[in-house]
């Protein structure tokens, strides 16, 4: 049995003057852990297992897409699978019914072909539907309904998959988290191409250019925001891997691929404050945290002056926070569960512990006025962050946010790849791309300039990236003012 698995290209939401350019292609340092884990899954039970990282190849090959679908249908065919499975979020879902499916079914009808991921998780018959030619979708975890297939197990036996029925589609019953994700331990990144996504690059660490690379020492989240479809597919709460073997993965990560900064991709890195000061002080005690700097994601009514202090005597440089907006009225809409007041005094906490800001920020949610968004352009000014995560809101399927959304006709199921293309805001058109381009160019083009250089300026290669982020800056405002103009005529 051989099994193929998939990383598709990230096409990014590029609403934001690029209409013209709205399948733009997402860079991507983050190695698709979720397959790795999957391919360690099926290697520990005998089977052949091949990764093919489209998303890597895009970046490799200067966005030559035709090239990228030659080395796919060369290396399917050269590896001839019995199982195809692809990882699907929302923004690769293009690049898997329009590319992907089709070199397979042009290799070979007989292939099985498996989507799972959030994406298809929250829509799973949509996505049947859609897409003609993938054959099985397993929602939520994919470890062990892809080990029960691949070894032959009854379909109709194999909880958290929908499948073809002969002309109807079938859902089997649910499939429960397993709790002890030790059992998944460790990804096969040996099967991805570590040299590329561990050498140095300024997007891992956001910003800061180092050898770093992502972990998992966790799964789920306990909040459920509206805007978030995670939940999906890793189920509610939280499981943890045991301190030691996180320890032990990060040390073989050091040993391999010689890593210096580590970003610990957990949803809340301090859901159990025990576990956290647990990791701070092995990472203290094996020597590591004068090896490797990383950061971490913490929520604002979750700072820890004790804590944070621990972390950065562990290594710890920057901090992660989603603070998403600046206004009361659209938290409690997104259901945050934080307060403004609450992230204000963390930037001031984080700022005092001498660790780094990094702000995740949201606008175009759906009630938004203007009143709204200055007040989230004031707290991006105000709290002077050292990285600013600015994105605007896309309703992503499985969140609650989407589902509302359906139910008031604002947007359907037909047309979420367009999705981008709509402004969910009190505010008109004009005046939201105005306030868009203002803050990008600005506040968050500004800081991401001045930080980078401050951090990177004496490190060999990172001059280019500097140089880079001011090209980037000002054609963003070239941009903004063409595309304003348009807006205008």
Same mark, same amino acid.
């Given at each position: 049995?051989?099994?193929?698995?998939?990383?598709?290209?990230?096409?990014?939401?590029?609403?934001?003057?690029?209409?013209?350019?709205?399948?733009?292609?997402?860079?991507?340092?983050?190695?698709?852990?979720?397959?790795?884990?999957?391919?360690?899954?099926?290697?520990?039970?005998?089977?052949?297992?091949?990764?093919?990282?489209?998303?890597?190849?895009?970046?490799?090959?200067?966005?030559?897409?035709?090239?990228?679908?030659?080395?796919?249908?060369?290396?399917?065919?050269?590896?001839?699978?019995?199982?195809?499975?692809?990882?699907?979020?929302?923004?690769?879902?293009?690049?898997?019914?329009?590319?992907?499916?089709?070199?397979?079914?042009?290799?070979?009808?007989?292939?099985? +072909?498996?989507?799972?991921?959030?994406?298809?998780?929250?829509?799973?018959?949509?996505?049947?539907?859609?897409?003609?030619?993938?054959?099985?979708?397993?929602?939520?975890?994919?470890?062990?309904?892809?080990?029960?297939?691949?070894?032959?197990?009854?379909?109709?036996?194999?909880?958290?998959?929908?499948?073809?029925?002969?002309?109807?589609?079938?859902?089997?019953?649910?499939?429960?988290?397993?709790?002890?994700?030790?059992?998944?331990?460790?990804?096969?990144?040996?099967?991805?191409?570590?040299?590329?996504?561990?050498?140095?690059?300024?997007?891992?660490?956001?910003?800061?250019?180092?050898?770093?690379?992502?972990?998992?020492?966790?799964? !789920?989240?306990?909040?459920?925001?509206?805007?978030?479809?995670?939940?999906?597919?890793? !189920?509610?709460?939280?499981?943890?891997?045991?301190?030691?073997?996180?320890?032990?993965?990060?040390?073989?990560?050091?040993?391999?691929?010689?890593?210096? !900064?580590?970003?610990?991709?957990?949803?809340?890195?301090?859901?159990?404050?025990?576990?956290?000061?647990?990791?701070?002080?092995?990472?203290?005690?094996?020597?590591?945290?004068?090896? +490797?700097?990383?950061?971490?994601?913490?929520?604002?009514?979750?700072?820890?002056?004790?804590?944070?202090?621990?972390?950065?005597?562990?290594?710890?440089?920057?901090?992660?926070?989603?603070?998403?907006?600046?206004?009361?009225?659209?938290?409690?809409?997104?259901?945050?569960?934080?307060?403004?007041?609450?992230?204000?005094?963390?930037?001031?906490?984080?700022?005092?512990? !001498?660790?780094?800001?990094?702000?995740?920020?949201?606008?175009?949610?759906?009630?938004?006025?203007?009143?709204?968004?200055?007040?989230?352009?004031?707290?991006?000014?105000?709290?002077?962050?050292?990285?600013?995560?600015?994105?605007?809101?896309?309703?992503?399927?499985?969140?609650?946010?989407?589902?509302?959304?359906?139910?008031?006709?604002?947007?359907?199921?037909?047309?979420?790849?367009?999705?981008?293309?709509?402004?969910?805001?009190?505010?008109?058109?004009?005046?939201?791309?105005?306030?868009?381009?203002?803050?990008?160019?600005?506040?968050?083009?500004?800081?991401?300039?001045?930080?980078?250089?401050?951090?990177?300026?004496?490190?060999?290669?990172?001059?280019?990236?500097?140089?880079?982020?001011?090209?980037?800056?000002?054609?963003?405002?070239?941009?903004?003012?063409?595309?304003?103009?348009?807006?205008?005529?």
């Amino acid at each position: 049995m051989k099994v193929c698995l998939i990383n598709p290209i990230l096409f990014s939401f590029q609403r934001l003057l690029s209409r013209s350019l709205k399948n733009n292609v997402g860079m991507s340092f983050y190695p698709p852990l979720g397959l790795c884990y999957i391919a360690n899954m099926l290697e520990k039970n005998g089977i052949k297992v091949k990764i093919i990282d489209r998303n890597s190849l895009m970046t490799k090959n200067r966005s030559n897409q035709l090239v990228v679908d030659n080395i796919t249908e060369a290396e399917i065919r050269k590896f001839k699978p019995d199982i195809v499975g692809i990882s699907v979020v929302t923004p690769t879902f293009f690049d898997v019914r329009r590319n992907i499916v089709k070199i397979i079914r042009k290799i070979d009808s007989k292939i099985t +072909i498996i989507a799972g991921g959030a994406h298809v998780s929250a829509l799973p018959e949509d996505s049947l539907q859609i897409c003609s030619e993938i054959d099985i979708i397993c929602r939520g975890e994919g470890e062990l309904v892809m080990l029960e297939i691949a070894k032959g197990a009854k379909i109709e036996s194999i909880a958290g998959i929908t499948y073809r029925d002969g002309n109807n589609i079938a859902n089997n019953q649910k499939r429960a988290p397993h709790n002890n994700i030790d059992d998944f331990c460790f990804p096969s990144r040996h099967l991805v191409d570590m040299q590329y996504y561990s050498k140095a690059n300024p997007h891992v660490m956001h910003g800061i250019y180092s050898k770093a690379t992502t972990i998992f020492t966790s799964r !789920g989240c306990p909040y459920n925001c509206t805007f978030c479809a995670g939940n999906i597919a890793l !189920g509610r709460g939280v499981r943890f891997q045991s301190i030691d073997l996180v320890i032990e993965e990060i040390e073989k990560l050091i040993a391999d691929y010689e890593i210096e !900064g580590l970003y610990f991709a957990d949803d809340v890195f301090d859901v159990s404050k025990d576990r956290a000061v647990s990791i701070c002080r092995k990472l203290i005690k094996n020597n590591m945290h004068k090896k +490797i700097r990383w950061n971490a994601q913490l929520r604002a009514n979750s700072m820890d002056k004790d804590l944070l202090k621990l972390m950065k005597e562990a290594g710890c440089i920057r901090v992660d926070v989603g603070f998403e907006s600046g206004s009361q009225k659209t938290l409690d809409v997104i259901n945050k569960g934080t307060t403004v007041a609450q992230n204000y005094k963390a930037a001031e906490i984080l700022h005092e512990a !001498g660790i780094q800001v990094h702000a995740n920020m949201i606008v175009g949610l759906p009630g938004e006025d203007m009143e709204d968004l200055d007040k989230t352009r004031n707290f991006m000014k105000e709290i002077k962050p050292h990285w600013i995560g600015f994105g605007e809101f896309v309703p992503l399927p499985g969140s609650k946010l989407f589902d509302d959304l359906l139910d008031r006709n604002l947007i359907n199921r037909e047309s979420i790849e367009e999705v981008e293309d709509l402004n969910f805001t009190k505010v008109d058109d004009k005046c939201f791309y105005e306030f868009i381009n203002n803050v990008r160019n600005k506040i968050v083009n500004p800081t991401r300039v001045k930080n980078y250089f401050i951090q990177n300026w004496e490190k060999p290669g990172a001059f280019l990236y500097i140089l880079k982020l001011i090209i980037e800056s000002i054609v963003d405002k070239l941009r903004s003012i063409f595309f304003l103009k348009d807006m205008k005529q």
